[in-house]
């Protein structure tokens, strides 16, 4: 960074990552820089029914997609009318923009987030959303400079879009 402090900088299939130093002796968090930077990218797909319905998620393949495997299984929200719900509705991937490592995907009422360029997701859950609901889609826009989230995302449903100014953690 030019501020007389040592840096790290890291190279691998993953991607680039760097580790800049801080005020104290210590470094802050690694962030990835530079996606997808080594030999074997890395492949995501969504699916609502490959073979059977239970198989629904997100898969990864980091070898050209001769093999994947499941890093987020969709949830299913059973009620006493029906104990046994189907797949809710599978929307996109999003990758957000300017950044390497955080990709969204909206499936039913919940919302998964990666903030390691898709190698595990967690489950946001949308408070006002209904069992019911079923988001399709979701768009971000650009973090704000030095940002590590976008400064918005928003999610649609059938009728209405949902605004999370954090990331999408509320």
Do not use: M
Not at 30 to 54: C, K, M
Not at 140 to 156: D, T
């Amino acid at each position: 960074t030019g501020n007389g402090r040592a840096d790290i900088v890291a190279f691998g299939d993953e991607g680039v990552w760097t580790a800049l130093s801080g005020e104290k002796p210590t470094f802050e968090s690694a962030r990835l820089v530079l996606p997808i930077f080594g030999w074997n990218p890395t492949l995501l797909a969504l699916t609502r029914y490959d073979r059977e319905s239970l198989d629904a998620g997100i898969y990864r393949s980091t070898d050209y997609g001769n093999s994947w495997a499941r890093v987020y299984a969709f949830r299913r929200t059973p009620t006493a009318q029906e104990p046994q719900p189907p797949v809710p509705p599978a929307g996109q991937l999003l990758r957000a923009p300017t950044s390497g490592h955080l990709v969204y995907a909206p499936c039913g009422n919940t919302f998964a987030i990666s903030t390691n360029t898709g190698w595990s997701f967690t489950e946001a859950v949308i408070p006002p959303a209904q069992p019911w609901d079923g988001f399709l889609h979701v768009a971000a826009s650009v973090p704000i400079p030095n940002g590590a989230v976008p400064q918005a995302l928003y999610v649609l449903d059938y009728s209405v879009v949902f605004v999370s100014f954090d990331g999408g953690t509320t």
